[in-house]
């Protein structure tokens, strides 16, 4: 039963490179989200997708892309990676949004960019 | 603007008793409220929800406690237990929005 799964667990970049992490569910979900968490800020929405082929910007939108071409795999993208997007970064997905509908989450990815 | 606070970064409880972590909210129009479990190395899951039609809800050890006048939300926990230990976050929906506020967690240790 793997739920959300995040790849890869670690990452380290330099500035100005470029990476995709990906997120994978198993479980159906029409809904998928991409967080960061940052020390004393709790976890933040970089974009989101309601269903396969649409994404939307959450609250930290800027200096990341996502793609949704498949129902269950969600990629977010660092086009120029910055040290401002040193982070733990974290997937979930919930089947619908709204009541009643908790988020699943993948265990993160650590990302530092030198 | 933090719209979902929690106050006490740490908390540190007996095992065998009670363990009150605290949230406060500033947008009435939140009207559904989650708590997650967040241990180290892994992410956060799913522990109790509430709406904003109760004022309670009740699952197990955990109980959630939800005051809409003072915006203010309470996760309780009885008997606490050294598992327990790990950030809990508070956060919070408005309708039918697909996006969660999330505070910024509450580190609970229970020492035996």
């Known amino acids: 039963n793997a739920g959300v799964t995040q790849t890869p667990k670690f990452r380290v970049l330099k500035t100005g490179q470029s990476m995709t992490l990906l997120c994978a569910q198993d479980?159906?979900?029409?809904?998928m989200y991409w967080y960061r968490q940052d020390p004393g800020m709790g976890l933040r929405l970089i974009h989101y997708?309601?269903?396969?082929?649409?994404?939307a910007k959450g609250e930290v939108p800027d200096g990341y892309n996502v793609s949704r071409l498949k129902k269950q795999n969600f990629l977010l993208g660092l086009e120029s990676a910055a040290p401002s997007q040193t982070s733990v970064y974290f997937c979930?997905?919930?089947?619908?949004?709204?009541?009643?509908?908790?988020?699943?989450f993948g265990d993160g990815t650590r990302l530092s960019i030198l | 603007d933090q719209q979902v606070k929690q106050n006490s970064p740490s908390l540190s409880v007996q095992e065998g008793r009670i363990s009150i972590l605290n949230c406060d909210y500033t947008n009435s129009m939140f009207d559904y409220f989650l708590w997650y479990k967040k241990y180290p190395a892994e992410g956060p899951t799913f522990l109790i929800s509430?709406?904003?039609?109760?004022d309670k809800n009740e699952d197990g050890r955990f109980t959630v406690f939800l005051n809409k006048s003072a915006k203010h939300l309470s996760l309780h926990i009885v008997p606490s237990q050294p598992g327990d230990s790990a950030v809990y976050f508070c956060?919070?929906?408005?309708?039918?929005?697909?996006?969660?506020?999330f505070g910024t967690g509450t580190r609970l240790q229970v020492f035996p």
């Open positions: 479980m159906n979900h029409e809904y």
């Open positions: 509430i709406s904003s039609i109760k």
């Open positions: 997708s309601v269903g396969e082929g649409t994404t």
């Open positions: 956060a919070a929906l408005r309708g039918n929005t697909d996006k969660l506020i």
């Open positions: 979930a997905s919930s089947r619908f949004a709204g009541l009643s509908q908790p988020q699943h």
